[in-house]
């Protein structure tokens, strides 16, 4: 992808580095799809382990699995950050992190001590291991741009809570007393939600909006401290929180106004898009950003109305935030590291962006997440609707399945039939 | 001097990827006797070195308004610095 900071083909990533984790991720789409038949409206209660397991499902399985896929692509191209050995670091993260994630999901199932230390083993291996050689290669750059200093203090979120997750298991597996196991609690979900998932996404949208959508760039006064400042609350919330109790109430008010500045000067700079037309990946972004802050509105509520299903309606807005910022960054990357890992590879039959995902196949899928989205809705008052939703979901996630194995096949079809070009000086005759 | 065609394109509105797609299909049709000229809000760095991988000539310079010209021709002798309008 272009970048001012500059990227060779050769810090590129391989495709199938960002491919397979789109790939676990779409398959723990599914997942939650089937687990949503199955445990019906319990997911909307936070006490249960139904709503536990539905949780990390998305949170772990389906975001962390795209938002590595986003952190390879991303990082050389935004940050200018070379992973050396891409394809060996990716197994290395990619297979102990899905081992990790269903160990997890059985450890809250049967509640057994045993599946709890092998999801802390796995899981902490995985994500401290490639968040510290992410960070590593962040913190060797001389010159930060805001997306770059963003991602780093995303990248540092995760490993916060990954070390608050870890305390949590230890305590559910009985390796420690868990004194403290509530305000742990309440940080781990804390950072999850607004220091990992919201600022990873604030990050790479300092810079991608304008470069996707000649817009004009974000005011300093975002771009420049937001990340900082948004970090710096979720440290005082969680240190606050054991000396308080009613520390986040504060903190949380602040997160709310600064989420809500973000969401609305997003949607701002896109309605000063010079192109007319909106594609689905447009419609994706002002989705996404009309759904945070409906849960920052929802947030503010709960601080006075303790109702529970205002709580479920809040879950349903924040996941579909987070879920349509990961579509519409598919439904750019996708077709671009297909169609350009074969230019690059000199194939002049190379399918055209289009030709990978058709912007038709991505309208569909907005419709199909919007329906998604208000099945859940629904279910939260009328609970049959549920089952619509778990069906939807599946659907959702076995679309973008079916999109990333047509690009697959495509790109190695091209590069078993293809015609390669050349675009060298022809040898002088004689 | 033999004359020289320009195949230009104005990248500054179109919204990426589109710019790298017309760019790469107008270099892939470039012959000896013309050269490419696009400008654009950013330096696509992916375009210059696949261009260079190719073996062909290339030529960028920014404006003071931030605005990046490129050159790409065939034809290596070719000066572009002298034909960059900047």
């Keep these: ?215 004009p760039p974000y005011p300093v006064f975002i771009s420049k401290s937001l990340p900082q400042r948004l970090f710096g609350l979720l440290l005082l919330g969680t240190t606050g929180s054991f000396f308080f109790e009613k520390t986040w109430q504060v ?91 074969l230019n690059a590879q000199g194939y002049f039959t190379a399918p055209m962006m289009h030709e990978v995902v058709h912007p038709k196949t991505a309208m569909k899928h907005l419709y199909i997440h919007l329906a998604t989205l208000a099945a859940f809705l629904v279910s939260v008052y009328f609970a049959p609707a549920i089952y619509l939703a778990g069906s939807l979901l599946i659907l959702s996630f076995g679309w973008m399945l079916w999109q990333i194995v047509h690009a697959w096949k495509l790109y190695v079809h091209t590069q078993k039939t293809g015609e390669r070009f050349e675009m060298t000086m022809p040898e002088a005759e004689g | 001097m033999p004359r020289t065609d320009k195949i230009f394109l104005d990248a500054r509105e179109l919204e990426h990827p589109i710019p790298l797609e017309r760019a790469i299909a107008a270099i892939r049709e470039l012959e000896e006797k013309n050269y490419f000229y696009m400008i654009h809000r950013k330096n696509p760095i992916p375009l210059i070195e696949l261009a260079k991988e190719q073996g062909l000539g290339v030529f960028s310079r920014e404006e003071e308004n931030g605005t990046w010209h490129i050159l790409i021709a065939r034809d290596t002798s070719l000066d572009l610095e002298a034909l960059c309008n900047v």
Excluded at chain 1, 35 to 60: K, M, S, V, Y
Excluded at chain 1, 260 to 270: E, F, I, V
Excluded at chain 1, 302 to 311: E, I, M, N, P, W
């Design chain 1, 1 to 215: 992808m272009f970048s001012q900071n500059g990227l060779s083909l050769d810090q590129a990533p391989p495709i199938s580095v960002v491919f397979r984790f789109f790939l676990s991720g779409s398959l723990f789409g599914l997942l939650a799809g089937v687990l949503t038949l199955l445990f019906g409206t319990d997911i909307f209660n936070a006490d249960t382990n139904h709503a536990l397991i539905l949780t990390h499902t998305l949170t772990l399985g389906v975001m962390l699995s795209f938002m590595f896929a986003a952190l390879f692509q991303m990082l050389p191209v935004i940050a200018g950050v070379r992973l050396t050995s891409p394809t060996k670091k990716a197994n290395l993260v990619q297979y102990p992190f899905i081992l990790g994630v269903l160990s997890l999901l059985f450890a809250f199932y049967s509640g057994k001590s045993l599946f709890f230390i092998g999801a802390s083993l796995l899981l902490g291996g995985s994500i401290l291991g490639i968040a510290f050689v992410m960070l590593k290669n962040l913190a060797a750059l001389q010159n930060h741009s805001n997306s770059s200093r963003g991602m780093s203090i995303a990248l540092t979120s995760l490993v916060i809570v990954t070390l608050l997750a870890l305390y949590m298991t230890g305590t559910l597996s009985g390796l420690l007393a868990g004194e403290h196991y509530e305000q742990v609690k309440t940080a781990h979900y804390s950072f999850g939600l607004f220091g990992w998932i919201a600022l990873l996404i604030i990050s790479i949208s300092f810079q991608v909006i304008e470069m996707f959508y000649v817009t």
């Design chain 1, 251 to 341: 903190i949380d008010l602040f997160i709310i106004v600064f989420m809500l500045c973000y969401a609305m000067m997003t949607l701002r700079r896109l309605s000063q898009r010079k192109r007319p037309i909106a594609d689905a990946t447009v419609w994706f972004w002002r989705l996404g950003m009309s759904l945070l802050i409906l849960s920052m509105a929802a947030t503010l509520d709960t601080r006075f109305y303790k109702v529970a299903s205002l709580q479920a309606i809040n879950y349903i807005f924040f996941a579909g935030f987070a879920l349509s910022i990961v579509f519409a960054m598919f439904y750019k990357i996708v077709p671009f590291l297909t169609w350009f890992h």
